[in-house]
């Protein structure tokens, strides 16, 4: 029994060795090194953009509203006469 502990264990550690060695996948210290992207600069660039479209949006329909506001006067003034005609009060 002990004798196949130790075979298990043999075998398990050179097959577990010669997985590390020629590993084109590992990363390499300059590598890690290099500089990234300026992803902070890119992102507030876009929201700002996004912002900007949003804001010229809501822009655009607020002079649309106040047009319509000024073109069209859907209430009805009453006039003296009805204003002071009120019956049931």
């Known amino acids: 029994?002990?004798?196949r502990v130790f075979a298990l264990t043999s075998a398990a550690a050179l097959a577990?060795?010669?997985c590390s060695s020629g590993?084109?996948?590992t990363v390499?210290?300059?590598e890690l090194n290099q500089p990234a992207a300026d992803l902070n600069g890119l992102a507030d660039d876009a929201a700002n953009d996004a912002?900007?479209?949003e804001s010229a949006a809501l822009g655009?329909?607020?002079d649309q509203l106040?047009?319509?506001d000024t073109t069209t006067d859907n209430t009805a003034s009453p006039s003296d006469d009805q204003e002071q005609n009120v019956s049931g009060m």
């Open 23 to 25: 590993n084109d996948d």
């Open 28 to 30: 390499t210290n300059a």
């Open 66 to 68: 106040n047009q319509e």
């Open 60 to 62: 655009n329909q607020l």
């Open 51 to 53: 912002a900007n479209a």
């Open 1 to 3: 029994m002990k004798m």
């Open 16 to 18: 577990l060795s010669a």
